[in-house]
T-cell receptor
């Protein structure tokens, strides 16, 4: 079946540090790929998406590139802020979104 | 900006009781979903709903669960006889028309269900 694997958290960084959160997936067919973010006390919000191989999704300084050959969609940001502290979910979508456990990011000033 | 709204935000119920979790999806959306997240665990798919019927359900979605869209605006999840292990955050989501795999799902804030 379809599944997603993310690096375990928490990821703890100082402000302005570089962020990478790894995501690999298994899926039948050709999924679209999404990153969702969950800020404390809130629901899941779309952060970015990519719908075909080599597409790069980007939003709020975050980027992720659809790598079909490695079935990966790693999330990166060049300089994180305290306000980026949240839980991040990678989610492939064939006919529904499949989520993993998420990766908690904690950014300290 | 349109949003998915869920009520209540927190529900406490006794084991064996029925609960109904309510959701109002975004008005022009056609695909509806329920997910749940047990504390500290992954977000799990429960059910998807399209054209007034269930299009897919997971193994979790057994006979104790049901969904309804009673009036064209609300989308409800009913758990007939709650168990302790049903305690979780339940998220409703909806997607607009279009190729469902390429369109994002919009999520509500969730209902935290506590079964005691």
């Amino acid at each position: 079946g379809n599944s997603v694997t993310q690096m375990e958290g928490p990821v703890t960084l100082s402000e302005e540090a570089f962020l990478t959160i790894n995501c690999t997936y298994t899926a039948t067919g050709y999924p679209s790929l999404f990153w969702y973010v969950q800020y404390p006390g809130e629901g899941l919000q779309l952060l970015l998406k990519a719908t075909k191989a080599d597409d790069k999704g980007s939003n709020k300084g975050f980027e992720a590139t659809y790598r079909k050959e490695t079935t990966s969609f790693h999330l990166e940001k060049g300089s994180v802020q305290v306000s980026d502290s949240a839980v991040y979910f990678c989610a492939p979508n064939t006919d529904k979104l499949i989520f993993g456990t998420g990766t908690r990011l904690q950014v300290f000033p | 900006e349109p949003e998915v709204t869920q009520t209540p935000s927190h529900q406490v119920t006794q084991m064996g009781q029925e609960v109904i979790l309510r959701c109002v999806p975004i008005s022009n959306h056609l695909y509806f979903y329920w997910y749940r997240q047990i504390l500290g665990q992954k977000v799990e798919f429960l059910v998807s709903f399209y054209n007034n019927e269930i299009s897919e359900k997971s193994e979790i979605f057994d006979d104790q669960f049901s969904v309804e869209r009673p009036d064209g605006s609300n989308f409800t999840l009913k758990i007939r006889s709650t168990k302790l292990e049903d305690s979780a955050m339940y998220f409703c989501a909806s997607s607009p028309p279009g190729l469902s795999m390429n369109t994002e799902a919009f999520f509500g804030q969730g209902t935290r269900l506590t079964v005691v």
